[in-house]
């Protein structure tokens, strides 16, 4: 009965790889969000998407392409992967965008380590 | 140039000590929300304000939002050792210039020691 999950919860990889990373969630919510956790744990935005449509797109090299085939998947692909890459990245989801003062579903979370 | 800032960064209190956590910004939100998050897990809403000068109380939290909607703060009284956690303030700005985004604080790490 997760809400959004998020796999893998660990991935370790070396610099140059391609990897992805999956969400999904099963709450019917119309918007879903990809962020970024440093290890300061500021949490920044990186890219949103609104009933498979890309909403959001912050400054984010496009090494990082962000796919929803559908409106209850949200995937994260980077290609080269890069030291500065290091970081725990969360899914999450909200019902719609009309009103940020909805809540936002985060997943468990994905830490990548880039060797 | 950070948006939301928090202070204190780190706190670190005794079981049963009272604390505040600030939120500030020079930016204007349409709400603000508080979020909690546990190692290891994603974030968890705990309060969402809307209006200026707003006061919510979730059990010993109380919460909020400054008269100008600039800044907020959380207050918790005679916390216990499962308020341990980072708390991330988050704010979104007017829907027609963000698309409905948050942009979040820089977190307050609290350890609250038996």
């Known amino acids: 009965d997760t809400a959004v999950s998020q796999t893998p919860k660990y991935l370790v990889t070396q610099m140059g790889n391609d990897k992805s990373i999956k969400c999904e969630q099963n709450l019917g919510h119309d918007t879903m969000y990809w962020y970024k956790q440093d290890s300061k744990k500021f949490l920044k935005i990186m890219f949103s998407y609104n009933n498979k449509e890309l909403i959001i797109n912050e400054t984010v090299p496009n090494r990082f392409s962000p796919k929803s085939p559908d409106k209850a998947h949200l995937n994260l692909h980077i290609n080269s992967l890069e030291l500065g890459d290091s970081a725990v990245y969360f899914c999450a989801s909200r019902i719609g965008t009309s009103g940020s003062r909805e809540t936002q579903y985060f997943g468990p979370g994905t830490r990548l380590l880039v060797l | 140039t950070q948006l939301l800032e928090q202070s204190p960064q780190f706190l670190s209190i005794q079981e049963g000590e009272n604390l505040t956590v600030y939120c500030n910004s020079s930016s204007v939100f349409s709400s603000l929300q508080w979020y909690r998050q546990e190692p290891g897990e994603g974030p968890v809403l705990l309060v969402t304000?809307?209006?200026?000068?707003e006061v919510k109380k979730l059990k010993r939290l109380t919460f909020q939002f400054g008269d100008a909607r600039k800044d907020s703060s959380l207050h918790i009284t005679a916390a216990q050792t499962g308020d341990t956690g980072l708390y991330l303030c988050a704010g979104a700005l007017p829907y027609n210039t963000n698309a409905g985004k948050s942009t979040f604080g820089d977190g307050t790490t609290l350890t609250v020691k038996p």
């Open positions: 304000v809307v209006t200026g000068g």
